[in-house]
Structures are given as structure tokens and as C-alpha cells.
Nanobody, 121 residues
């Protein structure tokens, strides 16, 4: 079965750094675009960043551009999110996403269970 398992969340002070990991299985990882989203209490799920199948094309939301960096290791079927200069407003549950388009099936999305990131003094 398809699985995306996030890890690396926790409590960090403002200005600190944290790295999230997403381990994928059950699908052809190298064929999917991978991304990260987050959802704070009472808010909609927010797009953060997505990287292409090869990692050659990357798009960041303005809220995290210059602070967060996505990377992927296709051999390990794992995607990472390096988060720097963290702010209290970054507090949210962070979700890993896999996406692919197929002319027959259309767009397919897979989601992880999420990992909590709390930025507080």
C-alpha cells in the first residue's frame, strides 16, 4: 500500500532550525513530484513547496522562500524539508505530498499523516 511517513517534527525556539523527513513506499517515487504543506489550527492546508521528479524544478510559497529548502533522494525514496529562521507563525502540522498526472487517471495525490512543528520560547 502507498505510505508517506513524516518525521522530525518537535519543539524549536524562534530563529531555530529543524529538518523534516518523509519516507515513501508503495509507489514509483521517482515518477512523482513531491511537496510539503502545513495546516495550523483553524486554517486551511497551505502549500509550501514542491519539487519535480528530477528535483530540477522547485517552487516555493512566498511565506517560506529563502528560509525553507526542499530536497529529494530518489534512491532512498525520501524527501526532506530544511527549515531555518523559524517563526511562531510556522507552528503547524506539516504534511508530505506526492503528486502525479496521468492522461487516463488524471491527477493523483498521496498524503502522509503529518508531523507537528511548534515554534515557541
Amino acid at each position: 500500500e502507498v505510505q508517506l511517513v513524516e518525521s522530525g517534527g518537535g519543539l524549536v525556539q524562534p530563529g531555530g532550525s529543524l529538518t523534516l523527513s518523509c519516507a515513501a513506499s508503495g509507489f514509483t517515487f521517482r515518477s512523482y513530484a513531491m511537496g510539503w504543506f502545513r495546516q495550523a489550527p483553524g486554517k486551511e492546508r497551505e502549500f509550501l513547496v514542491r519539487t519535480s521528479w528530477s528535483g530540477g524544478t522547485t517552487s516555493y510559497a512566498d511565506s517560506v522562500k529563502g528560509r525553507f529548502t526542499i530536497s529529494r533522494d530518489n534512491a532512498k525514496t525520501t524527501v526532506y524539508l530544511q527549515m531555518n529562521s523559524l517563526k511562531p507563525e510556522d507552528t503547524a502540522v506539516y504534511y508530505c505530498n506526492a503528486k502525479i498526472y496521468n492522461v487516463i487517471k488524471g491527477t493523483t495525490d498521496y498524503w502522509g499523516q503529518g508531523t507537528q512543528v511548534t515554534v515557541s520560547s
